[in-house]
């Protein structure tokens, strides 16, 4: 084997150990909107660049240097530069695909309490919590200290879910359920999507109470009030509200241990009716634990920040528990964006 390393090599490591600097480079002109300006100008000089994002040309020219050799931005022949087909679906305000309100969120939570992932590791705690005001143990209930925050948290959130949870509405068969309860729901993406492909279905977000407020404005917006509802509550302290025949764990489980995942599957169970559904949807990790590339960056968060007890399980762990819980008939399967539905059925 050469002993030599090659340029690529160098270049992979380079991205690994200056990622900061990339990611701050992409908030930057996130915050000026260039992907948009340069989506409505097609190309832009320098010069133009800088009359537009009203900055200096210096600065401009080292934006516009680390955009290009990231391969965010093009440059082309004649000096002009252009949107990457992936910043014009990713970055541009008017793409409805766009992810936004998720590069504010790394840069507002992830950024800062990733600070802390080498004593998270070593204490196996979120020490990357005291980066955000409050003395709660988890950050979804420290975001209530900081309403821009958790403002800009529920609307990465809805970036993230709502393409996934068109996934989901696509690969699930509610036909023959009654009332569905997503627990930790969030701002209701799920339920609205669920309600109106489901057009029997019943559904409730039982969350936070901080969060509630939040999910009933989604839900008067929706046209779908007489079915749907906001439950405040602590899954870990209430009970489950009652009369549901599916529960739905969605981006949930990944944030709590082991242990609570299995004391919240077996109070799912507990709450079920014979038939009764149980529905988890995440991420999903490799059974030989070798990836994917998103579960890898997304579990340090969960250690880090989130609660230090979470992360991206495998399908087989997922499944092991709910049988242990007392679900049986389970399927499996999986969904674009690294994405995987797991439906355990209390027999
Ligand atoms: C990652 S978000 C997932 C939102 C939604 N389920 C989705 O798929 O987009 C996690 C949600 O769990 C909620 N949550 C955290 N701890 C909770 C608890 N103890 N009881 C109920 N909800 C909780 C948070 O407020 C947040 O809305």
New binding site residues.
């Given amino acids: 084997m050469s002993e030599e390393i090659t340029q690529q090599e160098v270049d992979n490591f380079l991205k690994i150990f200056g990622g900061h600097i990339l990611f701050q480079t992409l908030r930057a002109a996130v915050e000026f909107d260039l992907f948009t300006k340069l989506s409505v100008h097609k190309q832009l000089t320098l010069v133009q660049i800088t009359e537009l994002l009203n900055i200096q040309k210096q600065p401009a020219r080292i934006l516009l240097l680390g955009l290009v050799s990231s391969g965010i931005l093009k440059k082309n022949p004649d000096n002009t530069y252009a949107n990457s087909r992936a910043a014009e679906i990713a970055l541009t305000s008017h793409s409805p695909r766009n992810v936004i309100s998720y590069v504010k969120l790394q840069h507002h939570v992830m950024y800062k309490g990733m600070f802390h992932l080498f004593e998270s590791i070593k204490e196996y705690k979120n020490v990357g919590l005291q980066e955000f005001e409050g003395e709660e143990p ?1 950050l ?2 420290r ?1 209530g200290h900081t309403p821009e925050v958790k403002q800009i ?2 609307d990465a ?2 970036e ?2 709502v393409y ?2 068109k996934d989901l509405a696509n690969h699930i068969d509610l036909a023959d359920s009654k009332f569905l309860v ?6 209701g ?2 339920i609205i999507e669920l309600a109106n492909k489901f057009q029997n279905l019943r559904a409730a ?4 109470p ?2 509630c407020p939040i999910t009933q404005g989604k839900i008067n917006q929706s046209n779908l009030t007489d079915r749907l509802s906001a439950i405040p ?6 009970e489950f509200p009652g009369d549901a025949d599916c529960y ?5 489980c ?2 709590w241990s082991e242990q609570k995942n299995k004391m919240l599957f077996r109070k799912a169970y507990d709450a079920l009716p014979k038939n009764g559904k149980v529905i988890i ?2 991420m999903m990790q490799d059974n030989d634990e070798t990836g994917p590339l998103s579960t890898a960056l997304g579990s340090p968060y969960f250690l880090t920040i ?2 230090g007890e979470g992360m991206l399980y495998t399908w087989n762990e997922y499944e092991s528990w709910l049988r242990e819980a007392g679900f049986s008939e389970i399927k499996t399967a999986k969904l674009p964006q690294d994405h995987g539905v797991i439906i355990g059925v209390k027999g």
Avoid: K, P, W
Wanted: proline share 0%; net charge negative.
């Fill in positions: 988890t979804y209930q975001l948290f529920q959130m809805h993230l879910s996934a949870n997503d627990i930790g729901g969030g701002d993406t799920n977000v039982f969350d936070l901080s969060v509550g602590n899954c870990f302290e209430d739905l764990f969605s981006h949930f990944t944030i949807f995440n989130a609660t």
